[in-house]
């Protein structure tokens, strides 16, 4: 038998298995001791929709080989599955009522249990199947980032990725791609548009023929958590970022900024004195700062911060002049600095701009004037970082350490575009939880 298959089914008989386990673990929690007489009610509605179960999670692709991985991507295709399914269910409970279970809560409290449940069966699916869970990949198309990518697929190993061969272009005759198809063993074919040439037609029989292909640019966002420089142009702004100002984002994440930093305000009053007070004993100067730095719109606004270096300059800065990046190991910084900055503290006075309004506790770290003036020279469409407003933390910071130059720069400008196309509170609160743990490990700068 097919290992492929085998696989397959196996997932199948599980995710089964799963559905009717969280069907007993939600009766068994509401009804206890009641729940065999809720079980014969419950069971054969819920029986009736199991297989559209099944059939929304094969149409979100999760029996795919792509998917017995751990990732965000996977997450997300069960989350959207579960949710499709829960809405079938629950249209079909109200139009069909007689007969069908009441309290229509309980669909609810069900789908809570089995979206992640099916997610933990998912993990132990990798675990069990991580070493014979190997992609085979064909990449079809040239550049940087192709490169790049092959690169990290092959330091990842852990990511079960193999590139078997890359080619610039679509192959004129079907025999000659189904040759290398077939040679390869390929799974996945990554189509770059921009850069490959040749009868794109050709791939259509693949998707008939259960070989994948996706677009090279959506699996590169996927995979690295960051979008390709060699991408942008300003076409892709405008169809990518369309809808970075929707109000119901920006209205429900400003009311966030305003409960957490009120609430942390409270802790920021309570330390101010103590943090005053070492900064003063260590070094002479300003124990908190003031420094310019680019918003929202290009908008300079006066960040605050605890002052971690020797003051040289007039605002309490280490510069008498012109900004210069810290360095790693930094002899400017003083000995309370470099306590505060590995456990983030010298950044709580920005509470004070969360509540003003200038900054979010999530979004691209804010950059001096002077900096943003060299970056833009330099770097193309390095000004679309300020299409968001700045934050506390931020997806570059939680994927990259410390830059001190343009190349990071650019690197780091990769994640703050990936973050602004991808922005949710979902995502907020996965920046805000790893930024938590870094701070707790003592990771990063």
């Known amino acids: 038998m097919d290992r492929g298959f085998f696989r397959k089914a196996f997932t199948l008989i599980g995710d089964w298995a799963v559905l009717y386990l969280a069907l007993f673990l939600m009766l068994a929690a509401r009804y206890r001791g009641e729940w065999p007489d809720q079980w014969a009610i419950h069971f054969h509605p819920f029986s009736l929709l199991f297989p559209v179960w099944i059939l929304i999670i094969y149409a979100n692709y999760l029996y795919e080989t792509r998917f017995f991985r751990p ?30 279970i009441h309290p229509r809560r309980n669909l609810l409290i069900f789908t809570i249990l089995a979206g992640v449940m099916l997610l933990i069966w998912r993990v132990f699916l990798y675990r069990l199947f991580r070493k014979t869970v190997v992609t085979n990949v064909l990449c079809i198309g040239g550049g940087s980032e192709v490169a790049e990518l092959v690169k990290y697929l092959k330091d990842t190993p852990a990511l079960r990725y193999r590139v078997r061969k890359c080619i610039d272009s679509v192959p004129a005759r079907y025999d000659d791609l189904a040759k290398i198809i077939g040679e390869h063993h390929i799974q996945l074919v990554l189509f770059k548009p921009r850069t490959a040439s040749g009868t794109i037609k050709n791939l259509f029989p693949m998707m008939s023929s259960g070989v994948m292909v996706l677009d090279f640019e959506d699996f590169y966002e996927r995979t690295l958590n ?3 420089p060699y991408m942008l142009n300003d076409m892709w702004f405008i169809k990518n970022l369309e809808n970075v100002t929707q109000n119901i984002h920006e209205v429900s994440k400003r009311v966030i900024d305003i409960l957490v930093g009120a609430l942390a305000s409270i802790v920021l009053a309570i330390i101010t004195p103590f943090m005053v007070l070492l900064i003063k004993l260590d070094s002479p100067g300003p124990a908190i700062f003031k420094q310019e730095r680019v918003g929202k719109g290009g908008k300079v606004f006066r960040l605050y911060k605890f002052r971690t270096m020797r003051s ?21 910084i003083t000995r309370v600095g470099r306590l505060l900055r590995r456990t983030r503290l010298d950044e709580l006075p920005q509470l004070w701009n969360i509540l003003k309004g200038d900054m979010s506790i999530v979004g691209p770290r804010p950059e001096r004037p002077g900096f943003v003036e060299k970056l833009t020279r330099k770097i193309p469409h390095y000004n679309m970082r300020h299409l968001v407003k700045p934050g506390l933390t931020g997806w570059a910071q939680i994927n990259y350490e410390y830059g001190d130059s343009v190349k990071d720069a650019l690197i780091k400008l990769q994640y703050d575009i990936y973050y602004a196309k991808k922005r949710s509170l ?19 700068r």
């Open 312 to 332: 040289i300059g007039k605002d309490g800065s280490a510069e008498g002049g012109t900004a210069v990046w810290a360095q790693e190991n930094d002899p400017r």
């Open 426 to 444: 979902i995502l907020d609160c996965a920046i805000i939880l790893k930024t938590m743990r870094m701070i707790l490990t003592g990771a990063g």
């Open 226 to 228: 960051k979008v390709s």
């Open 71 to 100: 990732s965000l991507d996977g997450a997300r295709a069960m989350g959207n599955a579960t949710l499709i399914a829960f809405l079938f269910s629950l249209s079909l409970f109200y139009l069909f009522p007689p007969g069908l």
